[in-house]
């Protein structure tokens, strides 16, 4: 859907002109995706694999490879010392050698090394690959943003109803990676996720942190985390509008804020949504997604040094030139 918000982070990254890896070049959905984004000029396309493997997908795709770097981890001329860079990064945790080797034989493993090293500035894979690969090879390549602890995830949901949060987009988090947040973590899935909407939406964030609780109206451990998570965030970014524990309709409707929470600087008007857990998270989007008539982007991941973002295993090729533009725009 045609978006105000979509189309500041396209024009975005068609003026920044960053560098994407791409590295599942053995899946005809990226390799298509990879041909959209740089014939619109979004970004510049790197892919990943041995060279005449990738050369013949392309070919039986019917997609042309021209202007498109091609990286193969096995004979780049930097393998070596990415090897012992993450060798030295990993050993605490009782990498070997020889395991940093077989680690960076995988291409969204080297392409995380590569951003790490300035060669390029950010990723989108998952297409085939589960979250934690995406995960673990952004935190072995670019590692945690300064002052963050934790990997988590938003989603950027889009409606046609201008109303709605950001000209109808707003953020949900986490959607994809953190089970289970403690108070801790939960702060920082809300402080990243604040960060997100400056960022993608570019208005100010005004960050509810959902239970089925507001204001005390009913009392569980799960409720006290959203408390306490609340008053760890509010501590760290006191510039930062936050409040909780609110239910989702004391979040969105001024009218329900009138009664339940009246004078809270979030209720009524929130753009950014902090789920207490992944399950409510995921389940949320999804119900967004489907029932609602949501345009979903993501998960884009939070809390990292550089933008390397999620795909669902079941996305299209429209969906990875998406979530590309995205990254670009993010670098």
Known sequence: MSNPVMERIYATAR???????????????????????QDLGYAKITLFGEMNAVRQKASAEGVRLDG???????????????????????????????????ILSRTMYYAGMMIGDGRLD?????????????????LFGVGLAKGNSTVSSCSVMLTQLPEVGVHGAIVFADTGVVPEPTPEQLADIAIAGAEACRTLLDAEPLVAMLSF????????????????????????????????????????SPVVAAVKCRGSNVAGRANVFIFPEINSGNIGYK????????????????????????????????????MAIITAALA
């Open 213 to 252: 609780s507001t204001k005390g109206s009913a009392y569980s451990p799960s409720v006290q985390k959203v408390i306490d998570a609340t008053k760890i965030a509010q501590t760290r970014r006191p510039d930062l509008k936050i409040d909780g524990e609110l239910q989702f309709d004391a979040a969105v």
């Open 15 to 37: 003026k920044l002109q960053k560098r994407v890896a791409l590295p599942e070049a053995d899946d005809s959905r990226v390799i298509q995706a990879a041909r959209m984004t």
């Open 287 to 322: 119900i967004a997604q489907r029932f609602g008539g949501f345009d979903a982007y993501g998960p884009i991941l939070l809390g990292l040094n550089a933008p390397i973002n999620d795909l669902s295993r079941g996305c299209n090729a429209d969906e990875v030139y998406k």
């Open 68 to 102: 498109i770097e091609i990286v193969d981890p096995m004979t780049d001329p930097m393998r070596e010392t990415y090897i012992d860079r993450l060798y030295e990064k990993r050993k605490h945790k009782d990498m070997s050698r020889d395991d940093a080797d077989k």
């Open 122 to 138: 950010g990723m989108v894979t998952g297409a085939a690959t589960p979250t934690r690969d995406t995960v673990r090879a952004a």
